[in-house]
């Protein structure tokens, strides 16, 4: 017959398993209700079945629907979303694309950093394991025709530390995030883009 302190016990581990087990997905909840605004640094490596790139940048972003994204090395680009078109800026090739952020974010993972309600209303959650002190979260797209097959959300306490995402072409994108800061002061108007002038703008 178990001893109350065996039960005990049983019960204290089991209580602590839940709660290990609900760490990635609770920062995840909270970091999405309470950050109205996300600044920070990021190394991104892309890997694909032929070569690795990795680039890296800042990124600024003011919920819901703002974002600026600027990959200073090993070229210099910038994506801006402005709430109505999305603008991908090519510095060195002096090109800009245009178009239109509805149709081009749709559900996908920038939705999740840009947008609170995509979460819910867009992927299924579930825990994915802890490795170097980050927690994962494994976030699955409800439409079967989302464009990629998974995304890995990755938090160090409260704290987003990566994402992950394999596209249905099997490339896998890495980002890992640095200086996160969730409470930016930033205006509207800082994600208004102008394209300069002699710069080529294609449009989709």
């Known amino acids: ?20 087990n609900a760490g990635g997905i609770d920062a995840l909840r909270q970091f999405n209700n309470d950050a109205d605004g996300i600044s920070g640094t990021f190394t991104q490596t892309v890997q694909s079945r032929k070569k690795t790139q990795t680039s890296s940048g800042s990124f600024q972003i003011l919920r ?5 994204w600027a990959y200073t090395k090993p070229y210099q680009q910038k994506i801006i979303g402005d709430g109505k078109h999305i603008w991908l800026y090519d510095v060195d090739l002096k090109q800009i694309t245009q178009s239109n ?5 749709g559900d996908s993972p920038a939705a999740i950093l840009s947008n ?15 490795k170097d002190g980050v927690d994962y979260v494994l976030a699955t797209p409800k439409k079967a025709n989302a464009g990629y097959q998974f995304i890995r959300i990755g938090f160090k306490g409260n704290t987003l530390a990566a994402m ?7 490339n896998q994108t890495t980002i890992r995030f640095n200086n996160v800061n969730t409470k930016p002061n930033l205006s509207r108007s800082a994600f208004t883009f102008t394209p300069p002038k002699g710069v080529d703008i294609l449009k989709n």
């Open 1 to 20: 017959m178990k001893t109350w302190k065996t039960i005990l016990a049983a019960g204290m581990m089991s209580v602590l398993a839940a709660t290990a």
């Open 64 to 68: 819901p629907g703002l974002f600026k």
């Open 116 to 130: 609170k309600t995509a979460l819910d209303a867009s992927y299924s959650l579930k825990e994915d394991g802890k």
């Open 101 to 105: 952020q509805d149709q081009t974010i």
């Open 164 to 170: 992950e995402l394999k596209d249905s072409f099997g």
